[in-house]
């Protein structure tokens, strides 16, 4: 999931002329590589861009006027407020026990950490319809621990917190295991104290993986849909979140609404997006 | 701390999927047995297994043909195709529904003039699988570039001065090389595209028998009070996932190797 | 006082990476810990530093027992092979990093980080980033880092190893002279003889888990104790029975007394040294003897290939009897 992808930087640019350039030393690209750039953007245009460009036109199709009437309807402001709101807290406990989780899982020993180690990817596996019965059938009506939270705004927490538990975990493990040990040995021989090295040696460092963990726990909470779908009863003005509000609005076939509210969580999205890659090209200068 | 770990962790994970097991069979294998053999259920797998096929195999070769283009080769507009390749992960699935249905929908852009030529894409499978791939989009490639850039040119510079052309230097070098992460975003993939309920409950219509998946029958067999529907379809798609991850993590140390 | 090691045993598993280890190091005093990689000597280091615990025996820091103290509180400086910059942090603030624990007020800080820097050379790198400097200019930093906190002992583990050949030669030196101005107790880890030679007071042999021989470099080179001492403080070859260095073999042109006779197999010229191989007459001695001359007296010899030589080890060489190990044996 992370962006790990450290975009090698391309050496010069005094071959402007040509647009394919191969990469240093690879063989020519030729009439096959320009085919494949060819069709992989067409189906990147087809799939992804032409329709999030139409969702944007749509939610502008009657005037900025009726854009802003749709998304400050009472039932998109509270639905949009919800979402911003519990991603924003959801994100706030990803980081800590997000960290946590990749702290232990990196640097304690015991048994069954393996079976820890593939559990935690099991919300990126599992259906979010399922996510969603499944948080139900412990914190629902029935519940063995006699604690209903269905049909409430702590569910929809629930369901947010499920679905992003992953993120930061796996961006923060790799950086975590990578992390020079002798860094956190010279701070101890410098007179620094277990917490110390933690707070001043460990966190900087791995502060950008959080970061960029975060985020993308924030992107995938706002628009989570399947896992609050049966969780949360989709009380309007309650528990109702905007990918739900948006869901209905299709329904009731308003698609001009629905895409205004759309255009609110895609314009989120991507500059979550961007300061994620502002963020990653800060952080990759520095070390 | 590493008590604080694991209770968080059973708690908001392990206690909640196993109890879906446990319900699932609280009535014995029968009704569940009975739940499995309803036409609806049984044309939902058949759906499930089409749409989910023909995804993975746009999402595989769509995968390893970004991954080459963007690690490979210079070009104008890269960054900005490896910055929107990541887009369909942090949008909405609803979003994409919405999307698509406003190019390809009835009074679609596009949607008007190809169901006018008899290809019906929203409320049908073509829009089902334009949706699951969306929304899976990146998984194949964000496994495989790390790997393409790792191993670096060299070899496949070898295999060229060897007297390789484009296609024997992919088969013979390339491919063995990133096989492991293939494998492991394909079943990725794989894992996400059975599981795939927002945007295809938006573009399917959920036309009972006839594009209803499976996460669309936990969905509503749920509020219709069928629980025992909603659990068996549900104990499939997690033991898939489950089988999944399992299959990934002992893909994992392989690729290291 | 210095550094007192009593009856240090640290396992492994099954590996013994130090077998009952005794060792006194005088203060002030720039001594080598050397030996082959594995020895156990690095394991040493990090065993005064505080970084491993000891599985028996006690570790005595100018004269405080620091066996049960961790590493914070023992005043002890250690520097990295991989010089273990802090990333997130500038040269300044690397280098503050130890006052700034020791809440030190911020113009001492300031004052004594600028002396360091001035010191190791890098005051026009303060604001930089580890990431923006060369190894050498790193290893430099993490030295005024130890330093800064002004430790009671230095300890370097392997301080130079992931350098380049030129940049470890000017940092070799400039050691010494650092040291020669700073006068702090400094142990340093490396597995290069002729590091060890050239920089150190005092050099303490480790193999496998014990200590061969301590004594100062010429000592050392002249009086090996055993054949392993010999062996890796420099090059030896075999004459007579006897284990001699290349350079400590006297040729004549004619026989003498007590001398072996041999034919020239191959001439090398090694810029100003010049390589001779020959063939004893000796059968005892499977090996061709290697013997080393300087350009001069190859010159004057006029040698050739096939020619025959009389050979004897020089009266004033260490040489070892290889009949009776590891006893001395000075001929």
């Known amino acids: ?287 | ?257 | 006082m210095g550094i007192d090691v009593h009856h240090i045993t640290k396992r492994f598993g099954d590996f013994v990476a130090l077998d009952d280890v005794s060792l006194s190091i005088p203060t002030g005093q720039l001594t080598a810990l050397l030996g082959p990689s594995g020895g156990g000597k690095s394991t040493l280091l990090r065993i005064i530093a505080g970084l491993e615990e000891p599985d028996s025996g006690t570790v005595t820091i100018e004269g405080v027992d620091a066996t049960a103290l961790p590493p914070q509180r023992r005043n002890v400086g250690f520097v990295f092979q991989h010089y273990a910059a802090f990333k997130h942090l500038s040269v300044y603030r690397n280098v503050a990093f130890g006052l700034e624990i020791r809440k030190r007020p911020k113009d001492e800080i300031r004052t004594r980080v600028m002396e360091l820097l001035e010191l190791v050379h890098l005051e026009q790198f303060a604001d930089r980033y580890p990431a923006q400097l060369s190894g050498g200019q790193r290893q430099r930093m993490a030295l005024a880092r130890a330093l800064a906190v002004e430790p009671s002992v230095m300890l370097l583990d392997e301080p130079f190893g992931a350098l380049d050949a030129q940049v470890r030669r000017e940092l070799r030196d400039w050691l010494r002279r650092l040291h020669d101005e700073v006068h702090v107790t400094t142990v340093f880890v490396t597995h290069d003889q002729e590091e060890a030679l050239e920089v150190s007071d005092e050099i303490v042999v480790i193999n496998q888990g014990a200590v061969e021989q301590t004594g100062t470099p010429s000592a050392l080179y002249d009086q090996p104790a055993n054949e392993f001492v010999m062996r890796f403080l420099g090059p030896v070859t075999h004459l007579g029975g006897h284990l001699v260095r290349p350079h400590d073999i006297d040729i004549s042109l004619t026989p003498e007394p007590a001398t072996h006779a041999a034919t020239v197999s191959r001439i090398q010229r090694v810029g100003f040294e010049v390589r001779v191989e020959a063939r004893t007459a000796d059968t005892t001695d499977a090996d061709e003897v290697s013997i080393q001359l300087t350009r001069g007296l190859a010159d004057r010899l006029d040698l050739a290939v096939g020619q025959q030589l009389w050979l004897r080890a020089s009266h004033d060489a260490s040489a070892l009897d290889l009949t009776d190990t590891p006893a001395l044996a000075v001929s």
């Open chain 1, 1 to 287: 999931m992370t962006r790990s992808s450290a975009a090698t930087v391309a050496p010069g640019r005094r071959h402007r002329t040509r647009w394919i350039r191969p990469a240093p030393g690879v063989g020519r690209l030729g009439r096959g590589g320009a085919l494949g750039l060819g069709l992989a953007t067409l189906w990147l245009s087809l799939l992804v861009l032409i329709p999030l460009a139409a969702v944007v036109l749509k939610s502008f199709s009657h005037g900025a006027g009726n854009f802003w009437s749709a998304v400050t309807a009472p039932d998109a402001l509270a639905a949009l407020r919800l979402t911003v709101e519990t991603s924003l807290l959801v994100s706030l406990v990803d980081v800590v026990m997000g960290t946590l989780v990749a702290w232990v899982l990196v640097r304690d020993e015991f048994v069954g950490k393996r079976i820890l180690e593939v559990v935690i990817d099991l919300p990126f596996a599992l259906p979010t319809i399922v996510a969603g019965l499944v948080l139900l059938a412990l914190y629902g009506p029935q519940s063995p621990l006699h604690v209903n939270l269905a049909q409430s705004r702590a569910a929809v927490f629930l369901a947010l917190l499920f679905v992003t538990l992953p993120f930061v975990v796996r961006t923060v493990e790799p950086v975590l295991i990578e992390l020079d040990h002798d860094m956190e040995e010279a701070a101890a021989s410098l007179g620094a104290s277990r917490f110390v090295v933690f707070r001043r040696i460990v966190l900087p460092n791995l502060a950008p993986a959080i970061a960029a963990g975060t985020a993308l726990s924030f992107a995938r909470a706002i628009s989570e849909y399947g896992a609050t779908v049966l969780l949360s009863g989709n009380i309007p003005l309650k528990t109702q979140v905007a990918s739900v509000q948006i869901a209905g609005q299709i329904e009731s076939d308003n698609t001009a609404g629905a895409a205004a509210v759309a255009t609110v969580l895609l314009v989120t999205a991507l500059l979550v997006m961007i300061a994620l890659t502002l963020l990653q090209r800060w952080a990759r200068r520095r070390g």
């Open chain 2, 1 to 257: 701390m590493r008590l604080i770990v694991i209770l968080y962790l059973s708690f908001l994970l392990v206690i909640p999927v196993s109890l879906i097991f446990w319900r699932t069979f609280s009535h014995g294998v029968a009704p569940v047995w009975h739940a499995l053999q309803d036409p609806a259920m049984t044309s939902a797998f058949r759906v499930t297994g089409i749409v989910t096929g023909i995804s993975v195999v746009i999402d595989t070769v769509f995968g390893v043909t970004i991954s080459l283009l963007l690690v490979r080769y210079r070009f104008f507009g890269r960054r900005f195709l490896d910055a929107i390749l990541d887009l369909p992960l942090a949008i909405s699935p609803v979003v994409v529904g919405l999307a698509l249905i406003l190019v390809y929908g009835k009074y679609g852009w596009f949607g008007g003039f190809l169901e006018r030529h008899g290809f019906q894409v929203i409320f049908a499978l073509p829009g089902m699988v334009l949706a699951t791939v969306f929304t899976s989009l990146p998984l194949v490639a964000r496994e495989v570039m790390p790997v393409l850039e790792e191993i670096g040119v060299e070899q496949e510079q070898a295999a060229r001065t060897l007297g390789a052309g484009p296609t024997q230097t992919f088969r013979r070098v390339t491919l063995p090389a990133i096989r492991w992460a293939l494998a492991y975003g394909v079943v990725l993939s794989m894992a996400r595209c059975l599981g795939e309920y927002g945007a295809v409950s938006v573009v399917s219509g959920r036309l009972v028998n006839k594009t209803q998946t499976l996460p669309l029958i936990v969905d509503q067999s749920f509020q219709n009070y069928d629980v025992t529907t909603a659990y068996t379809a549900s104990f499939v798609l997690a033991a898939i996932a489950i089988a999944s991850l399992v299959v990934i993590s002992l893909l994992r140390p392989k690729e290291r190797a």
